[in-house]
């Protein structure tokens, strides 16, 4: 392979992860939205038993269950702070997302 298909490669590769991170990024806003709308009780406790499915499981890390619970737990506008972080961190977090359930409800 040469130099120039390698950069080709690194290249769309950064490309999609730049187009999977915004995906992520959307819906992560969804998930806020859902946090404080009617039904954000149910939304809660649905991602929450999705983070002890990841435990009980051993399908994540402990750190990000812990830090899930952690922001779970915060009050909405708190939560959505935490959720839509621009930090490396914040881009782990959304990777390793226990909002899934409403990829459906993404526009």
Known sequence: MSDD????????????????????MLLHVLAADAMTGSGSQQVRERALSRVDTWEERSLCSPRYIAEWRRMLNLPPTALRQAMLRHDAEGVAL?????????KGRQQ
Do not use: H, V
Not at 94 to 102: C, I, S, V
């Open 94 to 102: 959304r990777q390793n997302t226990p909002f899934g359930f409403l």
């Open 5 to 24: 298909e390698i950069l080709e490669q690194r290249r769309l590769a950064r490309q999609e992860k730049s187009k999977r991170d915004a995906e992520l």
